[in-house]
């Protein structure tokens, strides 16, 4: 073990690794629920979805802990599954399991570019400022599916969005629970979001009266697993859209994937790591289709277990055992309601918003296309449209104002495929 994970070499311990392994589940255990939630909205079954989450953080967390060993975290990224289940699925009118061809196909695209320098080059080619746009859009998506199930904010004929019933159980619930998921995030309580949904849902039972109708610690069901396990349909790869879709879904993916791990490897110490850390995390990407899942990240709770001590692969495959163990919690899982996930998904909203401050306001040719990508992501209930309008305006706006020379090649073609998409789904 010493040879292999180097842990003098690293400074620390066996003990110290299995420790930062411990808190970095506790960190990102509400995962589980949260994920697999927001997948059965798609329409993979909820004990299925539950299996999958919890298989892809176990082969995630020990793929980038051996191949890499660099104490990071694979799990569902927040964003992703809304783009699978809301812009995917309920949007664009795939199937779900069309959906996972497309996080293959996604998945796929990120490993071409991970194991090879392509990677920098499409990254250098977005400006900052619509990175920044990305992820803000996706925060204000997050809050608006918060809100949306636990029926806070309903649709409405006459002002398309309206106030919901805050006299409901569900809504009083979920305001409680905000405000509990605030307070124990402020306060940096270890577990902070794992602590909010159990307090939640214990709230939830109390007053509607839910209780368990059998054992709390079973096998899970992998009869119902295995209707969802490789089950991906490539029946409309002849459709111009699909392969669109799944490029914005890639593009999200590397995004997100390229700064968290560079993040985490700083933080390390060992910029050197990124590399193989970033091929691991590319593979697993791709590999979560067939588990049944949207893609997976670098999570930024990788950094709690970083800052407990952890320095290698033991830490994260610590994680990943303990994830593992969890699906004999299943029947507990299922418990929780939809409002004590919401708390969790509005609190990564907010805090997804905080991007807007490295958008340059002060330079519209910037800060106009990215604005357009914040507004449109939540109004379109679309992260892919949204992404494309803004990636088709940048150019556009800076070649009309004379900075045409500003821009890559490798931008005006993303620009174009994004054109070539609506000119196919809405012109033909």
């Given amino acids: 073990m010493e040879n292999f994970f180097k842990i003098n070499e690293n400074n620390t311990t066996i003990g110290k690794e299995l420790s930062a392994g411990l808190i970095s589940y506790i960190t990102v255990v509400y995962i589980i629920v949260v994920n697999s939630t927001i997948l059965s909205v798609a329409g993979i079954p909820l004990e299925a979805g539950i299996i999958a989450t919890i298989l892809s953080v176990f082969v995630g967390c020990l793929l ?22 809301y812009t995917i699925v309920q949007s664009g009118g795939f199937a779900w399991q069309e959906a996972l061809a497309m996080v293959f196909a996604a998945g796929t695209i990120f490993t071409i570019l991970a194991f090879t320098p392509l990677a920098r080059i499409i990254i250098k080619a977005i400006p900052d400022s619509l990175k920044e746009a ?14 949306d199930n636990s029926s806070i904010i309903t649709s409405s004929e006459h002002t398309l969005l309206a106030i919901g019933d ?23 309580v270890k577990g902070n979001l794992l602590l909010s949904i159990v ?37 409309k790869t002849g459709d111009f859209v699909f392969w669109l879709t799944a490029f914005s879904l890639a593009m999200v993916v590397i ?16 910029p050197e790591s990124s590399k193989k850390a970033l091929e691991a ?3 697993i990407a791709m590999f979560s289709g067939v ?27 610590t994680t990943g055992v303990l994830f593992l163990v969890s699906l004999i919690l299943i029947p507990i899982i299922k418990l929780v309601p939809p409002s004590a996930v919401s708390p969790v998904l509005i609190l990564i909203g907010i805090l997804m ?66 054109l070539s998409s609506f000119v196919l789904q809405y012109a033909l």
Wanted: without cysteine; negative net charge.
């Fill in 64 to 85: 980038i802990g051996f191949w890499s060993n660099t104490p990071m975290l694979l799990i569902p990224g927040m964003g992703l599954n809304a783009m699978f289940t």
């Fill in 166 to 188: 805050l006299s409901s159980p569900e809504a009083i619930i979920t305001f409680a629970g905000l405000i509990i998921t605030i307070v124990l995030f402020i306060k940096n």
């Fill in 199 to 235: 307090i939640t849902t214990a709230l939830s039972l109390m007053f509607t009266g839910g209780k368990a109708t059998g054992p709390l610690f079973e096998m899970p069901d992998f009869g119902e697993y295995f209707s969802v396990f490789g089950q991906l349909s490539w029946a």
């Fill in 353 to 418: 918003l905080q991007g807007i401050t490295a958008i340059p306001l002060d330079d519209l040719s910037e800060s106009f296309p990215a604005l357009l990508i914040i507004v449109l992501i939540p109004l379109t209930y679309s992260i892919a449209d949204g992404m494309a309008i803004g990636f088709i305006l940048y150019p556009v706006t800076k070649v009309l104002l004379g900075k045409g020379r500003e821009i890559s090649p490798a931008l005006y073609m993303i620009a174009l495929l994004f």
């Fill in 291 to 317: 588990l049944g899942t949207s893609p997976t990240v670098a999570s930024v709770e990788s950094a709690a277990g970083i800052t407990a001590g952890g320095r290698t692969g033991l830490t994260s495959i």
């Fill in 134 to 147: 990305i992820s803000v859009g996706i925060g204000i998506l997050l809050i608006l599916i918060g809100f």
């Fill in 281 to 283: 995390t590319a593979l």
């Fill in 255 to 270: 995004f997100e994937n390229i700064g968290l791990v560079h993040g985490h490897a700083k933080l390390l110490g060992r």
